[in-house]
């Protein structure tokens, strides 16, 4: 019961996204076209939202669900772990028109052959996991 404000969280994402179109496939075929401006702005709408939330979470030091201190660590600055993790980001956002987001959206909006695409997500993520410490991070 005490996750109830997550789900709602949730279902409230998941309809913006969907009203949004920022589930369409479509759209995202145009934006990697450069046909269209519409995911481009929600993308940039997203990232200023998200700078917003961490200058807030920053001032006010916010906790998380357990009552822990939210840090921010400063992590190397290295331009190459960045196009290879943004190369192989854009390519799985290309080839199946979704990106972890959208992605579980379209599932509950019943296109259930993104279940495929969700169990490789996740076995990337498990196999990220596996290999993490022999990458040069």
Same mark, same amino acid.
């Given at each position: ?7 709602? /969280? ?43 939330? /961490? ?74 996991? /596996? /290999? ?6």
């Amino acid at each position: 019961m005490k996750f109830i404000k997550f789900l709602i /969280v949730g279902m409230i994402f998941g309809i913006i996204m969907t009203k949004s179109e920022a589930t369409s496939w479509y759209r995202i075929q145009e934006m990697f076209r450069f046909q269209s401006f519409h995911m481009y702005g929600i993308i940039g709408t997203a990232v200023m939202i998200g700078v917003i939330g /961490v200058a807030l979470i920053k001032k006010f030091n916010v906790r998380d669900f357990s009552g822990e201190p939210i840090q921010f660590f400063p992590k190397e600055k290295s331009i190459m772990r960045y196009l290879a993790g943004g190369t192989i980001f854009g390519l799985g956002w290309a080839l199946t028109g979704a990106c972890p987001g959208p992605m579980v959206v379209n599932i509950g909006y019943g296109f259930l052959t993104f279940g495929i695409v969700f169990v490789f997500a996740l076995l990337g993520t498990f196999l990220y996991g /596996v /290999v993490k410490d022999k990458l040069p991070h």
